[in-house]
Nanobody
């Protein structure tokens, strides 16, 4: 099984640029990965995703131009670089892996497309 541990969250000022990390046990280089977030009283939103080979990246409209996703297969880690943070970016951020035996290089844009999730790390953006 794959175990995910997210880190890098905390209290940051608006305009800050933290980087979230998600370390995975075992190999995850053959799987698509993603980040989602959930704010109090709001529906969970997938904000960034990467295809299995990394050839395709999806960034949600709400964070496009500010967030980017990357991965380091040698370290079994996926990153979410967040720039120009706004108070509305506050929430719990979760990383995810889509465990699949297939070799397609598609990008998956929905939270339900992923079947393995980490516990999440909280990001609080102050004005």
């Amino acid at each position: 099984q794959v175990h995910l541990v997210a880190s890098g969250g905390g209290l940051v000022q608006a305009g800050g640029s933290p980087r979230l990390s998600c370390a995975a046990s075992g190999f995850f280089s053959n799987y698509a990965v993603a980040w989602s977030r959930q704010a109090p009283g709001k529906e969970r939103e997938l904000v960034a995703a990467m295809s299995r080979k990394g050839d395709t990246i999806y960034i949600a409209d709400s964070v496009t131009g500010r967030f980017t996703i990357s991965r380091d297969n040698a370290e079994n880690t996926v990153y979410l670089q967040m720039n120009s943070l706004k108070p509305e970016d506050t929430g719990i951020y979760f990383c995810a892996v889509r465990l699949s035996p297939y070799n397609s290089d598609l990008v998956y844009k929905g939270p339900h497309d992923y079947n393995t999730w980490g516990q999440g790390t909280r990001v609080t953006v102050s004005s």
